[in-house]
């Protein structure tokens, strides 16, 4: 990584602190430039507007979301083809991705996708990560394909719960969570 690229990923990890402590309202270059320890003209060399700056938050916080997920399996091509992934697999990637304080289940994350909502752009790259990843609404009465989407939605929760909640779960018991997600979807907690 050369120096350039070096300074926009710590330009990148700042702003997903302010936006972790403060809010995507509080995103802004002074902010992100104080907590980096950079200059503003340095942010603005690599993010020419707020939006170029939000957007590019989007897709470094997601795209961290999504190399976690692709650590979840065996399967060292499984990021640059999850597609090819057996539906399993990716719901396990999926769940443990979304469960683990490693995949980091944080306000940050949650703030960023309630304010994509608003931008579809930033929605798309969400989206990406969701169709690549989770299991899909079933679009017929596949018990299976209904099982792994109730996974998903537990598994949702429990992301959500933690992204709100004031403490960490035990480990014991998230794995215990995890654990009974994954056999209620049919993957049966294989590899884990």
């Known amino acids: 990584m050369n120096v350039r690229e070096s300074k926009r990923e710590q330009a990148l990890e700042a702003a997903t602190r302010v936006v972790q402590r403060d809010g995507v309202t509080a995103l802004s270059y002074e902010a992100v430039a104080a907590e980096a320890g950079l200059t503003k003209g340095g942010l603005v060399y690599h993010f020419p507007s707020r939006e170029a700056l939000l957007r590019a938050l989007h897709e470094h916080v997601s795209g ?3 190399r976690y997920m692709a650590q979840q399996v065996s399967d060292e091509s499984a990021l640059a083809h999850p597609d090819e992934l057996d539906d399993h697999s990716r719901l396990e ?3 443990r991705g979304s469960a683990s304080p490693a995949g980091n289940p944080d306000r940050a994350e949650l703030q960023l996708m309630l304010q994509a909502a608003e931008d579809p752009e930033s929605q798309a790259i969400w989206s990406g990560v969701h169709d690549r ?3 899909r609404l079933p679009e017929e009465a596949d ?19 933690e992204a709100l909640a004031d403490r960490q779960l035990d480990p014991s018991l998230r794995e215990r969570l995890i654990r009974r997600i994954l056999e209620r979807g049919g993957a049966g907690g294989a590899g884990s």
Request: proline share 4%.
């Open 93 to 95: 990637a999926y769940v």
């Open 143 to 161: 018990d299976e394909a209904v099982d792994r989407f109730l996974a998903r939605l537990a598994s949702d929760g429990l992301w959500l719960y």
């Open 133 to 135: 990843w989770a299991p």
């Open 64 to 66: 961290g979301w999504e």
